[in-house]
């Protein structure tokens, strides 16, 4: 004989089963509650779970819709913490419903934590994790929350009892972070590191997830640390020794003298949106890395970055990474206390970063730095502090830093040249100057600017034939702006005659000139004039169409309209 069950069963049922128990339907309504979930919980049966718990509801969810079978999940409610079993109730192959069963997870712990290894282990950890002056997050394989130290309390102005039990997805739309490094490695489950403000700080956030045996995500634990912090004393102390003898002042004379006397010429749209970018990014305090070939004027952007900032009274001080021997580099950036090596002076020396202490500090050719210098770089950007080779205590400086490199940062990452880390603080804002050959409209500008220029230091009145400045203007310029300018100094010095012709040009851009697409040595024969120029014309536009990208480009090299560059195409069936 089987006894059917009844609503007062199934209630003395739940309530035998001496568990904290919760039975919800598809819509999330609480239809049965054992008497102790009642007690610890404080709720009754018709109540809304995703109302009274709604980080707890989403999970739950994911059984009810299907996504997950079953799953455990940590979760903090009154001061205890549970470990939260769920599993669908099916009824004629559907699923109805869920049931909870949640474990005080002080009484999984009893057990556990009498024996002596176990204690001691624990109290070690707990040491380690709680003494930690870096903010340590510790997350399930879901994301979910289980501990967070006290610096990350110190750091986010939360006590932990607010945060631990909750999942990333919900502290990101609630606006307690903008990304989760965590979220971000549960998911790729690959070590993850993000930059990202929170209240007027900067926070550097790496996940790294932890592995079972048998390969399956369990923990991610997330160290994190505020980088904005600086010492004002130590700063003002170091401003004093840094600069003496009026050599600030001197230095400060002449970089206004250089910046002033420099000119940027931008009629292109790429380079007038990179002029724009600097100016913006000027405004701020952030790491800014130029990209671009050797001579394209990354150093130019660097001066109108610093002119246009607020740091423009101080100094902006420039070093060329590539230039310094390796042994010598990091004594050059980070100054040297007397006796540290072998030719130190005598009273010691402050390095490029003590120099630039309230303005600009520019690193140009920064790929080349050895690992070593990288790793005391990377130090200054995280906590604004150098020491000097031969000393003992850190230097506080404010310098702003600026970076360049014509290399492929990222390859160079992944051959092991250059840290990721550092990439990362340095690549906060990236500018990327384009080559003069991507800039064409800016060519004729910069001849006659430096044409101009040279003339005026050597006291002549220089200018360009027509035939010349078109060769000029045809040259791809593979050394760029430096280039351009070291041949228009060497036409104004070494021409003859105040016209500079074909014949004054160097060998290189006549010998290209010579090879070009639209030259044609020889004519067809047995051909009317009118018949002979259409084969002229047929065979330019041929070699227009393999050289240039559309048809605003052949416009514009053969000096007419686009429209009808498009009816000539046309007429000779080359569209």
Not at 221 to 230: L, W
Not at 389 to 412: C, I, S
Request: net charge negative; proline share 4%.
């Amino acid at each position: 004989m089987h006894m059917q069950l009844f609503p007062s069963h199934l209630q003395a049922l739940a309530d035998a089963t001496a568990r904290v128990m919760i039975v919800v339907d598809h819509s999330g309504t609480i239809t049965l509650l054992s008497k102790l979930a009642s007690q610890h919980l404080g709720i009754e049966p018709g109540i809304s779970l995703g109302t009274e718990f709604p980080g707890f509801w989403l999970q739950v969810s994911k059984i009810l819709d299907g996504t997950q079978l079953s799953c455990e999940i940590p979760l903090r409610i009154a001061e205890r913490e549970y470990l939260v079993g769920v599993n669908p109730v099916i009824e004629d192959k559907q699923i109805s419903g869920a049931v909870c069963i949640l474990v005080d997870g002080t009484q999984l712990d009893t057990m556990t934590r009498r024996l002596p290894s176990f204690q001691t282990l624990s109290r070690e950890l707990d040491t380690i994790i709680d003494s930690s002056s870096d903010g340590l997050f510790v997350c399930d394989a879901n994301a979910n929350v289980i501990r967070m130290n006290p610096a990350s309390e110190k750091i986010h102005n939360l006590p932990a009892s607010e945060i631990v039990g909750r999942n990333m997805r919900e502290l990101i739309d609630t606006g307690f972070i903008e990304r989760s490094a965590a979220l971000e490695a549960s998911q790729s489950k690959k070590r993850v590191s993000l930059l990202q403000n929170k209240d007027g700080h900067k926070l550097i956030s790496i996940a790294t997830p932890v592995f079972t045996e048998q390969g399956e995500l369990v923990r991610v634990v997330v160290s994190e640390r505020d980088i904005t912090e600086i010492d004002n004393l130590q700063h003002e102390l170091e401003k004093q020794a840094a600069f003496k003898d009026g050599f600030r002042n001197q230095m400060l004379a002449m970089q206004q003298a250089e910046l002033e006397s420099q000119q940027i010429i931008a009629r292109s749209p790429s380079m007038i949106r990179t002029l724009e970018q600097a100016i913006k990014v000027s405004k701020a305090d952030s790491s800014v890395l130029i990209l671009g070939e050797s001579g394209v004027g990354k150093g130019l952007i660097a001066d109108l970055i610093h002119k246009n900032s607020s740091r423009t009274g101080q100094p902006l001080i420039k070093i060329n990474c590539g230039a310094i021997p390796e042994s010598l580099i990091e004594a050059e950036l980070f100054g040297y206390e007397k006796g540290a090596f072998t030719g130190a002076q005598t009273g010691g020396k402050p390095g490029h970063f003590e120099l630039a202490d309230g303005g600009t500090l520019f690193l140009d050719e920064v790929a080349e730095l050895p690992l070593t210098s990288q790793v005391k770089l990377l130090r200054f950007l995280e906590d604004g502090q150098i020491m000097r080779l031969g000393d003992t205590r850190n230097r506080t400086v404010n310098v702003r830093v600026l970076a360049a490199t014509n290399q492929d940062m990222e390859q160079m990452v992944g051959q092991g040249q250059f840290r990721l880390d550092l990439y990362y603080r340095l690549n906060v804002i990236p500018i990327q100057v384009p080559a003069l050959r991507d800039r064409s409209d800016c060519i004729v500008p910069l001849i006659r600017h430096y044409i101009d220029e040279f003339s005026k230091q050597t006291g002549t009145n220089k200018r360009l034939t027509r035939s010349a400045l078109d060769a000029l203007t045809a040259y791809p310029y593979p050394g760029n702006v430096r280039e351009l300018m070291n041949i228009c100094e060497r036409l104004v010095v070494m021409s003859e005659t105040e016209l500079v012709d074909l014949a004054d040009l160097p060998a290189q851009i006549i010998s290209h000139g010579a090879t070009n697409p639209f030259y044609i040595d020889q004519l067809p024969t047995g051909q009317s004039l009118q018949q002979a120029l259409e084969h002229v014309e047929k065979e330019l536009l041929k070699k227009a169409i393999e050289q240039f990208n559309n048809q605003t480009e052949i416009a514009q090299a053969l000096s007419v309209n686009q429209s009808t560059i498009a009816r000539k195409l046309k007429k000779y069936g080359l569209t």
